[in-house]
């Protein structure tokens, strides 16, 4: 499909588009990296082009290039993933642990956008590419919400929200030894030069920035050998594995991420003992608040039983409890 513009202005040709088609300036990119763009019958190959007033701008829009699933129907289903919510716009989902958001050429399995494709959720853009509305990821041993968008006005409005801090989520982790205090970290993280699968706070690394708040300690008595803690989490950034890296670089490891160090013994330590407890938006269209809330997973639910006062846990772990735990956080010393 053809489609033309005429400039009315003499910004660069990628704002100029980004602006007109209400798009990405990497997405405008794209579309003129693959030669769709010709400005005044000139095929245009740098962004940055300088417009003059009047110029014809054609746009040569590609086809969506559909990209089908490697996985049978039963392979897509054996994860249970849970529907919180639902409409025309946007998807809430209970991510269990073990479910990888995203393919790769290292993983094996079916993940999150398979069972997307499976369920017709794709999204396509002006460049011709599939995506299938993933707007912020979990790692495949945390489990909780993910939002997921099903229209490109949704994308576009919540990736907004991610960048302007008006969507986030609260996390809920249990450590191998108790904070000192409640702490607001900010370390650079970077890809570990030493081992590939895991990150590090490195100098060059990008910017990153963590709340973690005490919750319950477990005291260490003599029925219980192990001196555990709640704690729960708030992220300003969003980096790749950032609460694992961020609690190491503070002598903690999540109960079961034996990836950044953690050495328990105990057998009923199954998975890495995080969760993506609560999350927060605005509807991308009807602006309305929402705040979703994923309980606890059985397997996590039973090693808390098992180690801390279930009366104090009644207490403390609900959505307003902890969304009022960081209120404050910008006094925190």
């Not at 010709?38 to 014809?56: C, E, F, M, R, Y």
């Not at 912020?136 to 919540?158: C, F, I, P, Y």
Request: neutral net charge.
């Amino acid at each position: 499909m053809n489609q033309n513009y005429i400039s009315d202005t003499e910004d660069r040709l990628d704002k100029f588009l980004s602006i007109t088609l209400n798009q990405t300036r990497s997405q405008i990119e794209t579309l003129i990296k693959k030669g769709c763009v010709t400005v005044d019958n000139k095929l245009i190959s740098k962004s940055g082009q300088k417009l003059k007033i009047g110029q014809n701008i054609e746009i040569n829009f590609p086809e969506i290039q559909q990209v089908e699933s490697n996985f049978s129907q039963e392979e897509i289903l054996k994860f249970d993933i849970k529907i919180i919510y639902e409409d025309d716009y946007i998807l809430v989902i209970d991510k269990p642990i073990g479910l990888v958001v995203h393919d790769a050429p290292s993983v094996r399995e079916a993940t999150l956008v398979d069972w997307l494709k499976l369920k017709n959720i794709s999204l396509s853009t002006i460049s011709g590419e599939e995506r299938h509305g993933i707007v912020h990821r979990l790692d495949k041993g945390t489990s909780g919400l993910l939002v997921v968008a099903k229209t490109n006005e949704a994308h576009q409005k919540l990736s907004s929200q991610l960048e302007d801090k008006s969507m986030g989520r609260y996390y809920i982790a249990c450590i191998d030894i108790p904070l000192k205090d409640d702490i607001v970290v900010e370390k650079p993280i970077g890809r570990n030069p030493n081992q590939r699968l895991k990150m590090a706070v490195i100098n060059d690394g990008r910017f990153a920035k963590t709340a973690f708040k005490k919750l319950i300690e477990n005291k260490n008595t003599d029925n219980n050998s192990h001196k555990y803690e709640l704690i729960c989490a708030k992220l300003f950034t969003g980096r790749t594995h950032q609460i694992r890296v961020h609690l190491e670089s503070l002598g903690r490891r999540i109960l079961g991420d034996d990836l950044y160090g953690f050495k328990g013994k105990d057998s009923n330590i199954e998975r890495i003992f995080l969760h993506a407890y609560s999350l927060y938006l605005r509807h991308p269209i009807t602006n309305e608040s929402f705040e979703f809330v994923s309980e606890i997973p059985e397997n996590m639910q039973n090693l808390l039983d098992k180690n801390f006062d279930k009366g104090t846990m009644n207490e403390k772990i609900n959505k307003e409890f902890i969304s009022n735990c960081f209120l404050d956080v910008n006094n925190w010393v």
